[in-house]
């Protein structure tokens, strides 16, 4: 019954967050249903489009979902359930939710344009142009990071010398291939059918879920085998194409669909909660509480940036202020998509800290390959033992669609990074690459920053680098407090109340930069050969380049941002 308390508990809690709170938030910053939104303003057909808004609330959630809400909790478990828990709940609520509807709201007053833009109103271009520079390396973090994971869920070591090809009693990686591939051509067919011939979302819906259920049973029975060298060469191509070309193609459709595979796990985890708790067939074996230091370091500031997208992650700012603020119909909306996924996504962290909590000492034990595996395998054993056709087949669905979501996250990051990496050149009164003169011209065309980034991207995550993950974590919680930060200046330099950022952009600051300061050092010991046994390579050199380029860029940042409300505080002085 314990799994069954804490999934109450905090669907109660989070519903009355987002009653109460996201209501307070709407008032205090002046939610106006009747101003027309930059998607209606700047429509372009390519980058601004309007969104119904089931639509939009699909891009946003499986866009700021991925794998992190999953994986953050789950390696987190170690602290036991209680800390986990709090953070995903207070975290979700004050945190994580005020920094992407603060970001949303910001942004659709700033014309759909990205964090650096609001920077650069409240803080100066300076601070906007560090700004840019930092969210671009998070960026080539978060190509990296799930160009690995995706390519690993595609991949299996019987493939490696495989060109392309098809297979009959497909391995669990083969059917991900063939169903994530099969994903795209529905998602385009679905973006044609409402789009170019004006079927209503309903029957489009309608139709659209026919063809995950065809795609699935075809994806259970043939998959799709290929090297992993082949698998990343193709994940770079398709995120290049789907980052240019018009978002009712791939975009919008792809990530309202998928938020159907997200929302049926989600519901499937819930029913499996119900079946645990009145047949006992399971039991949730994670501690309340373990202790302040674990195997992934001490509570603070380990679980802070361990749960990540469960409770706050900095990714959320760029896809608000980056693609969601772009397709936004009316303010209205702003509350449920920027601050109701938030809530949604601490809600699945909470399913995933019980899924880890059924299979907890076998995870402790390293008997899954990733938490990805243990969250699948917790929920599934639910359902039967996992000799079971029931659990096998569960457990291949909730892989899916963590893969589902990877992908989605992906390949929205590097339509973000061709925002920000056109962003760097341009001046003021530039809207396009096509306003600059000469070498900026061409250094702000959509090609140079897409192309470059997913280069980099695609490179680093081939690698198969495990200290990208490690960098991820700080780089992505740093971005959310410079990102509470901005918002914060902005609401201030308008006249709106920004107080209840103060404590959580504070905290997420302190976290963060602390975690930095520990793997720098750490890094500096074993280079200088301080730690025993130790022996250093090319990747502890570039944790410890990146780590401090990005902590030098926040500290300058953070300085700025002091400047900023020092000056507003003169401001109100004088007033």
Known sequence: MTALLIILVAIVLLAVGYVFYGSWLAKQWGIDPKRKTPALEMEDGVDYVAAPPAVLMGHHFSSIAGAGPINGPIQASVFGWVPVFLW?????????????????F??????????????????????????????????????????????????TAA??????????????????????????VLAIIYGILTNRFGMKTGPATILGLVGIVAIVALGLNVGLAMGRIGWIVFIGVYITVASLIPVWIMLQPRDYLSSFL????????????????????????????????????????????????GACSGFHSLISTGTSSKQLDNEKNAKAIGYGSMLIESALGIVALIAVGMVFDKYLEGGFGSPSAAFAGGIALMFGVETSGVYSTIYALLTLAVSVFALTSLDTGTRLSRFMFSELFLKDGESTYKDAPGIRKVLAHPLVGTGLMVLIGCILGGLSLSQIWGLFGAANQLLAGIALMAVAAWLGNVGKNNKMFYIPMVFMLAATLTSLVITIINKVKMIAGMVEGAVAAWGDWFQLIFAAAMAALAVILVVEGLQTFRAQAAKKGTN
């Not at 495989?162 to 994903?183: D, K, Y």
Request: hydrophobic fraction near 55%.
């Open 88 to 104: 995903c709940i207070i975290g979700g609520i004050f945190f994580g939710g005020l920094q992407d509807f603060g970001s949303l």
């Open 106 to 155: 910001a942004s659709i007053r700033h014309e759909g344009k990205s964090v650096g833009e609001i920077i650069k109103d409240s803080m100066g271009r300076r601070a906007q142009k560090l700004f840019i520079i930092f969210a671009l390396l998070v960026l080539i973090l978060v190509i990296a990071s799930f160009v690995n994971v995706v390519a690993g869920t595609f991949f």
């Open 159 to 184: 493939d490696a010398d495989v060109t392309l090809g098809f297979t009959t009693n497909p391995t669990g990686n083969q059917t991900t291939a063939m169903i994530s591939v099969l994903f795209i």
């Open 262 to 309: 997200l929302y049926a796990m989600m519901a499937l985890a819930i029913i499996g909660i119900l079946i645990s708790a009145f047949t006992g067939s399971t039991n949730f074996t994670i501690p309340a509480f373990t202790g302040w230091n674990t195997k992934i370091g001490t509570l603070f500031p380990a679980l802070f940036i361990t749960v990540a997208c």
